[in-house]
Each structure stands twice: as C-alpha cells, then as structure tokens.
Nanobody
Framework: QVQLVESGGGLVQAGGSLRLSCAAS????????MGWFRQAPGKEREFVAA????????LYTESVKGRFTISRDNAKNTVSLQMNNVKPEDTAVYYC??????????????WGQGTQVIVSS
C-alpha cells in the first residue's frame, strides 16, 4: 500500500477556486491509479475524480465536470485536484485514494486522512 497525505483544503466563497494536493510515499506511485472522493455531512462518501497511472485517462462525476481537473506528477509523487467555480454543494471532506490497476470509481484500498473544504454562499 501507499501512504497518502492531503492538503489545500479551506474556506472559499462560491465561484472561487481551490487546489487540493495529495502527497504519496513509496517508490511505486506511478503504478497506482489515483482518485479523489468526498463526504459531506450526513452523506455517504462519493467518487469525484480519478486518473490513470500515466495521466492518460481521467474520470469525473457528472456534477464536477467542467469545473474540477485532476492531474498528477509522478516525478513528485503527487496528485492534485483543481477546483474552479466551486459551489456550496461542494462542501465536504475530500479524500485522496490509490489503487492498483485501472482508474475507476471503486476499488481503492489506500486512503488519506482527508482535508476539509467549505464553500460559503
């Protein structure tokens, strides 16, 4: 497994931008597909975005398409989530996750501790 640490969360006004980062430990980061998930108060954790090991494939949940961008830097062992035009409904704890194999919406077995994002209206 890989150890993951998120950063970059905070308070942002609706319509603003925020960039989340996830630092991974280990020498095999480039062999993992990476994902971002979020959990709002009182709700189940949900998939947000995923990226393949080489960045060639990305997936997004419908509600963030055109606003969020996932990217990775295998040389730095990091994955990022650029959040633009944020909305109050984006408020949640955001988690970074990793899995072997293809980028999908499920099947992740390594998780970070989460970073809080609060969007004010």
């Amino acid at each position: 497994q890989v150890q993951l640490v998120e950063s970059g969360g905070g308070l942002v006004q609706a319509g603003g931008s925020l960039r989340l980062s996830c630092a991974a430990s280990g020498r095999t980061f480039s062999s993992y597909a990476m994902g971002w998930f979020r959990q709002a108060p009182g709700k189940e954790r949900e998939f947000v975005a995923a990226i393949s090991w080489n960045g060639g494939r990305t997936l997004y949940t419908e509600s963030v398409k055109g606003r969020f961008t996932i990217s990775r830097d295998n040389a730095k062992n990091t994955v990022s989530l650029q959040m633009n035009n944020v909305k109050p409904e984006d408020t949640a704890v955001y988690y970074c996750a990793a899995r072997r194999g293809v980028a999908t919406t499920t099947g992740y077995d390594s998780w970070g501790q989460g970073t809080q994002v609060i969007v004010s209206s």
